[in-house]
């Protein structure tokens, strides 16, 4: 491989060899664009326990990319720009988990569970995993409910929302959007 010329490489190869070449100085701050296109699963792994070791280690690491789905599992900050502008910045948890509103629940009698939910204003709907996904109503609420109600509680959960339906619902283009 050393004889072959690094253009004929594959472009994950590629890929390295990029981030090879840019951490010769070791510096304190890396900026990527798309560093996982290319890569297969073993490189995307190693990619980002590298990044996250690098970020732990106190260097700053920006990452832009529209793999949001792999984006999620490396980084502690979002910063949202669409068609320039900038729309939401925050810690991932605070810019996921404020999306979506849904708690999700199982009990002993979901039937009873959800006429109890209902007549408290909460919106309960049957989910095909066979819990019950709650609008309307906080996790603490659904629990006080239920106990009232003395149905032992199975799941109770908020759901949060991936980052790609957050940033999708951020910046209004949800499902049934044209690319």
């Given at each position: 491989?050393?004889?072959?010329?690094?253009?004929?490489?594959?472009?994950?190869?590629?890929?390295?060899?990029?981030?090879?070449?840019?951490?010769?100085?070791?510096?304190?701050?890396?900026?990527?664009?798309?560093?996982?296109?290319?890569?297969?699963?073993q490189?995307?792994?190693?990619?980002?326990?590298?990044l996250?070791?690098?970020?732990?280690?106190?260097?700053?690491?920006?990452?832009?990319?529209?793999?949001?789905?792999?984006?999620?599992?490396?980084?502690?900050?979002?910063v949202?720009?669409?068609?320039?502008?900038?729309?939401?910045?925050?810690?991932?948890?605070?810019?996921?988990g404020?999306?979506?509103?849904?708690?999700?629940?199982?009990?002993?009698?979901?039937?009873?569970?959800?006429?109890?939910?209902?007549?408290?204003?909460?919106?309960?709907?049957?989910?095909?995993?066979?819990?019950?996904?709650?609008?309307?109503?906080?996790?603490?609420?659904?629990?006080?409910l239920?106990?009232?109600?003395?149905?032992?509680?199975?799941?109770?959960?908020?759901?949060?929302?991936?980052?790609?339906?957050?940033?999708?619902?951020?910046?209004?283009?949800?499902?049934?959007?044209?690319?």
């Open positions: 491989m050393a004889d072959r010329r690094a253009g004929n490489y594959s472009l994950g190869m590629r890929q390295r060899l990029a981030l090879a070449a840019t951490m010769l100085g070791d510096p304190e701050i890396l900026v990527l664009d798309e560093p996982a296109n290319g890569l297969d699963p490189g995307v792994r190693w990619l980002r326990d590298f996250r070791a690098r970020a732990d280690q106190g260097s700053t690491v920006l990452i832009s990319s529209h793999v949001l789905a792999e984006v999620a599992q490396t980084v502690d900050d979002v949202v720009i669409n068609r320039g502008q900038l729309v939401s910045q925050g810690t991932i948890g605070d810019f996921t404020r999306q979506t509103g849904v708690v999700r629940v199982q009990s002993a009698d979901d039937e009873r569970l959800a006429d109890a939910l209902a007549g408290a204003g909460g919106r309960p709907r049957p989910d095909s995993d066979g819990t019950l996904l709650v609008e309307g109503l906080t996790r603490r609420q659904i629990g006080d239920a106990l009232e109600a003395t149905l032992p509680v199975y799941w109770l959960t908020e759901q949060t929302a991936t980052l790609e339906e957050a940033f999708l619902a951020l910046t209004g283009e949800g499902e049934g959007s044209a690319p």
